[in-house]
C-alpha cells in the first residue's frame, strides 16, 4: 500500500526522549541532535486539538502530518490518579518539554482520516507534474556505474523488467528489512556474505543487514473492578466504529530517577468487564495461543482488566538481515535475535517487577486486585511473580511492536552504512531515507521519527543540489 506501515499501524505519535538524538549525534552524525531535529518535527506536524498544549513552542501547527488526542478523560482520568499516586508524574503531552511519566497518546489521526505517509503528505502534492508514482511495482536492485549510482531495476505489474534512470540520485525507502535487502543485491553489503550469494561486489560495506534492533513487548493483566456499569463503555466503543476503539494511556518510566530517558514504555488499556477487546487483543493484535486467550476472556468474564502491553526501549541485543538467495523476488531472512544479550531479559523482568508495583495503589487493593496469571505453561513450574517466573513469561510471551530499525545504520566511516547525510557509503547518488538509518532505537513508537528523518533528507538533498542555502 502507499505509505508503507504508517497506513496499517497504530497510529500512536511518539517523538521520542531529546537523549536518543544526542546519542546519535555523539556517536558521530552531526545535525542530529535533539536541538536541530525538533525543527523537523515542528515543521511536519499540525496539532488538531486544544488538548495538547498548543502553547508549546516545542510543538507545530503548519505541517503536514495531522495529530490529535482522542477525549478519554471518562475512561482514565481515574487510572493516572491511580499511577500518580503509584509516584509517576501526569503529563498532559509526552511530545512536549517532558516525556518521562503517563499521559494521554497522541495519534498521527486527523478529522478522522488516518494520517499515513501517503494521506498526508502525497496526497496533497499528488497533481505536481514532477512526481510520478509506479504502483505495484517491486525494486529489485540498484544499477551502479563506476560507483555511481545510475538506475534502478523494477519489475512492473505485467512482470516485465524495466530501468528507471536517475537525472540526480536515488533515493531508497524499503523499510528496515528490505533496504539492507535491496543495497545487499546491488552488490553492497558484507563481502563474505555476497560472496556466499555469488553476488558481484560494488561496495564491501560490512554493517548492513546488521544492527537490526526492534522493540519487544509483553502483556501484564491486573484485574479491577466487578461492577457491570463499566459493560455500558463496550456500547461505546462498538458505536463508535470510526473511533480509535481502546481508550489508552502511556507510560514512560525510568527506573533510575535521575535519568532523564525511560527504561520502559506502557501502553495500558483499560477494559471493561465483558468486553470483546480483551480477546481482540489478546488473539489478534498479540497473536497469542488460545489457551492463553481464553483464560484472558473468562477473566475478563467477571471483572474489568487493566492491560499493559510493556515494551523493553532499549534493547542490547542485535539482530541481522540475510539474503536467502540473489533472487529480488526472495524474502531475506530476519534473525531477530531477542535476548541474545541476556541483560535485556533481566532488564525486562525488572520492569515489569517495578510496573507491577501499581496493584499496590489505594484503589486496586480496595478491589482486590491480582495480576492475571497467564497460565504459560512452560513456566507451571515456577512461583508466580518470582524473578524467574517473570524471565521465563518474558522470554514466553514477547513479541514484536514492529519497530524494526538500524539495519543501514548512520555512522562514522568505519561503522556506518551511510553518512549523516544518509548518503550510502563508498558509492556516489544513493541515499537511504527510512527506519534503516536509525543508530539505535529511539524511546518510543517509530513511524513520527522515520517522518522526521524524511522531513530532514529532504532538506539536505535540496541542499546538497544547491536548491535551497540553507537548512
Ligand atoms: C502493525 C504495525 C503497527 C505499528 N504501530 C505503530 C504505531 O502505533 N506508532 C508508530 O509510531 N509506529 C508504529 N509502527 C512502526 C512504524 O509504522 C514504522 O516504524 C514505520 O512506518 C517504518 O517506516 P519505513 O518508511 O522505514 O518503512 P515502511 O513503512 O515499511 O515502508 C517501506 C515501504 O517500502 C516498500 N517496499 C519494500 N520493499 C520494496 C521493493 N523491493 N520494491 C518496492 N517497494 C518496496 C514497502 O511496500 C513499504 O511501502 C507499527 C508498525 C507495524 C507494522
Redesign the pocket.
Given at each position: 500500500?502507499?505509505?508503507?506501515?504508517?497506513?496499517?499501524?497504530?497510529?500512536?505519535?511518539?517523538r521520542g526522549n531529546p537523549a536518543d538524538y544526542d546519542d546519535w549525534a555523539a556517536r558521530g552524525n552531526t545535525g542530529w541532535n535533539w536541538d536541530n531535529i525538533t525543527y523537523y518535527y515542528k515543521k511536519m506536524e499540525r496539532l488538531e486539538d486544544d488538548i495538547i498544549q498548543k502553547n508549546s513552542a516545542a510543538r507545530g501547527r503548519l505541517g503536514y502530518l495531522g495529530v490529535e488526542t482522542i477525549p478519554w478523560e471518562h475512561r482514565t482520568g481515574s487510572y493516572f490518579e491511580i499511577f500518580e499516586e503509584n509516584g509517576r508524574k501526569i503529563l498532559k503531552d509526552h511530545n512536549g518539554d517532558e516525556q518521562l511519566g503517563y499521559a494521554p497518546p497522541q495519534?498521527?489521526i486527523a478529522d478522522g482520516i488516518r494520517q499515513s505517509?501517503a494521506a498526508a503528505y502525497l496526497k496533497p502534492i499528488k497533481n505536481r507534474p514532477n512526481i510520478y508514482i509506479l504502483k505495484n511495482?517491486?525494486?529489485?536492485k540498484i544499477n551502479f556505474h563506476d560507483k555511481k549510482a545510475k538506475s534502478v531495476e523494477?519489475s512492473l505489474p505485467d512482470d516485465s523488467i524495466i530501468n528507471v534512470l536517475a537525472n540526480k540520485e536515488i533515493i531508497l525507502?524499503?523499510?528496515?528489512?528490505?533496504?539492507p535487502?535491496?543495497l545487499m543485491l546491488s552488490g553492497i553489503g558484507p563481502k563474505n556474505h555476497l560472496e556466499e550469494m555469488n553476488i558481484d561486489i560494488v561496495q564491501e560495506s560490512t554493517n548492513v543487514g546488521q544492527n537490526l534492533q526492534d522493540h519487544v513487548l509483553v502483556p501484564v493483566a491486573i484485574t479491577g473492578n466487578n461492577n457491570f456499569t463499566s459493560i455500558l463503555q463496550n456500547a461505546e466503543t462498538l458505536i463508535n466504529l470510526n473511533k480509535f476503539p481502546i481508550p489508552t494511556m502511556l507510560g514512560f518510566v525510568s527506573l533510575n530517577k535521575s535519568q532523564n530517558y525511560p527504561d520502559y514504555q506502557t501502553t495500558v488499556c483499560p477494559i471493561p468487564i465483558a468486553s470483546i477487546l480483551s480477546i481482540t487483543l489478546c488473539s489478534q493484535m498479540l497473536d497469542l495461543d488460545d489457551s492463553i486467550c481464553i483464560d484472558v476472556a473468562n477473566a475478563n468474564k467477571r471483572t474489568e482488566l487493566l492491560l499493559a502491553l510493556i515494551t523493553l526501549l532499549h534493547p542490547k541485543s542485535r539482530g541481522v538481515i540475510k539474503l536467502r538467495s540473489k533472487d529480488?523476488e526472495e524474502n531475506p531472512s530476519i534473525f531477530t535475535k531477542y535476548f541474545s544479550n541476556e541483560e535485556d531479559l533481566e532488564d525486562f523482568a525488572t520492569y515489569i517487577e517495578d510496573y507491577v508495583t501499581v496493584i499496590n495503589t489505594t484503589y486496586f487493593k480496595s478491589v482486590n486486585s491480582k495480576i492475571l496469571d497467564l497460565n504459560v505453561k512452560q513456566c507451571k513450574d515456577l512461583q508466580f511473580g518470582s524473578r524467574l517466573f517473570w524471565k521465563c513469561y518474558v522470554l514466553n510471551l514477547a513479541g514484536t511492536?514492529?519497530?524494526?530499525?538500524g539495519t543501514c545504520a548512520m555512522g562514522p566511516e568505519e561503522e556506518g552504512v551511510v553518512d549523516e547525510r544518509l548518503r550510502v557509503r563508498g558509492v556516489k547518488g544513493l541515499r537511504v531515507?527510512?527506519?534503516?538509518i536509525m543508530p539505535t532505537v529511539v524511546s518510543?513508537?517509530?513511524?513520527?521519527?522515520?517522518i522526521m528523518i524524511?522531513e530532514k533528507a529532504s532538506d539536505l538533498i535540496k541542499l546538497d543540489h544547491g536548491i535551497v542555502n540553507s537548512t
Open positions: 500500500m502507499l505509505g508503507g506501515s504508517s497506513i496499517s499501524n497504530y497510529m500512536f505519535y511518539v495519534f498521527s505517509t511495482t517491486i525494486a529489485r523494477v525507502s524499503a523499510g528496515a528489512i528490505n533496504s535487502k535491496i529480488p511492536q514492529y519497530h524494526a530499525v531515507v527510512d527506519a534503516s518510543g513508537n517509530t513511524n513520527a521519527p522515520v524524511a
